[in-house]
């Protein structure tokens, strides 16, 4: 009965941390997620005015959070984030003479910095 004898197979010792896992480094918020997250400033004329007050808005990915957003604005633009305000944009319907057709929505975040923080977006 094969089944009912002991483990014959010689056991492994366990191999030294650095033989074990090799180190690769899972990147940080703020380095490839960054790009994701952030699509791109939103420039409108009511965003550019806002942005003399501290408060810039970015379009940002469909999944980001509030917390990814701080971070992959401080590790992009090198600024210190006092507040994150996210919105979801609705998609808009739009008719061209007979041609119907739908506006894409997106999430959009007004990001507000610290006093004597400043983006330059241009």
């Known amino acids: 009965m094969a089944w009912f004898k002991k483990d014959t197979k010689e056991k492994k010792e366990p191999l030294d941390e650095q033989e074990a896992a090799p180190a ?10 960054s790009y994701t997250v952030i699509r ?5 004329e009511k965003a550019s005015n806002s942005a003399s ?5 970015f379009r940002v990915g469909p999944d980001a959070n509030k917390l990814e957003v701080r971070r992959s604005i401080e590790k992009l633009y090198k600024v ?3 507040s994150v305000h996210m919105l979801i944009m609705p998609s808009k319907f739009r ?6 057709g739908e506006r894409s929505g997106y999430k959009k ?3 507000t910095l610290r006093p004597g923080e400043k983006i330059d977006i241009t």
């Open 24 to 33: 690769v480094a899972a990147p940080k918020a703020g380095d490839s997620r």
């Open 40 to 44: 791109g400033p939103h420039v409108t």
């Open 53 to 57: 007050l501290g408060k810039y808005v």
């Open 80 to 82: 210190k984030v006092a």
């Open 95 to 100: 008719q061209v003479g007979r041609h119907h």
């Open 109 to 111: 975040a007004v990001v």
